[in-house]
């Protein structure tokens, strides 16, 4: 079932919704980290929130600041590349979606015209901080 949804802003419409893991390289081989993530792709954004029991803050992350998304597979299985201006690369395994394909959904974001002039284009380096924190301690 899909997590509720952030307040979305005037002109913001929802693209589709997954759950994903993270993707990280062990000496194994490349393995899903626990919890899952809830994805919820606007035509502005990408928001990311911790399937937890304890809430946490999503991490919204601009289209703008989203420079390369790329079908790659990793150990054989189907997944994500997401290149971010800031250097941070994210490997995704989608579990499940609602609407198009994770893939189809990041593209239509990234050619989706920015026209609201309530949206702020800035990747808060909190957002990004606190994501990576909590996937550290996975």
Same mark, same amino acid.
């Given at each position: 079932?899909?997590?509720?949804?952030?307040?979305?802003?005037?002109?913001?419409?929802?693209?589709?919704?997954?759950?994903?893991?993270?993707?990280?390289?062990?000496?194994?081989?490349?393995?899903? /980290?626990?919890?899952?993530?809830?994805?919820?792709?606007?035509?502005?954004?990408?928001?990311?929130?911790?399937? /937890?029991?304890?809430?946490?803050?999503?991490?919204?992350?601009?289209?703008?600041?989203?420079?390369?998304?790329?079908?790659?597979?990793?150990?054989?299985?189907?997944?994500?590349?997401?290149?971010?201006?800031?250097?941070?690369?994210?490997?995704?395994?989608?579990?499940?979606?609602?609407?198009?394909?994770?893939?189809?959904?990041?593209?239509?974001?990234?050619?989706?015209?920015?026209?609201?002039?309530?949206?702020?284009?800035?990747?808060?380096?909190?957002?990004?901080?606190?994501?990576?924190?909590?996937?550290?301690?996975?």
């Amino acid at each position: 079932m899909p997590a509720p949804l952030p307040t979305l802003i005037p002109g913001e419409h929802l693209l589709g919704q997954y759950q994903v893991t993270i993707a990280r390289y062990t000496l194994s081989g490349w393995t899903s /980290t626990v919890p899952p993530l809830n994805a919820a792709i606007t035509n502005f954004r990408l928001i990311l929130q911790p399937q /937890t029991r304890r809430p946490y803050a999503p991490a919204s992350i601009p289209s703008t600041y989203i420079v390369k998304v790329c079908d790659v597979l990793l150990d054989h299985r189907p997944a994500m590349f997401i290149s971010l201006k800031t250097g941070h690369r994210l490997y995704l395994f989608a579990w499940w979606s609602q609407g198009e394909t994770l893939a189809d959904a990041l593209r239509a974001m990234l050619t989706s015209p920015i026209g609201s002039t309530s949206f702020h284009h800035q990747l808060r380096h909190a957002d990004v901080e606190r994501i990576i924190r909590f996937i550290s301690r996975l």
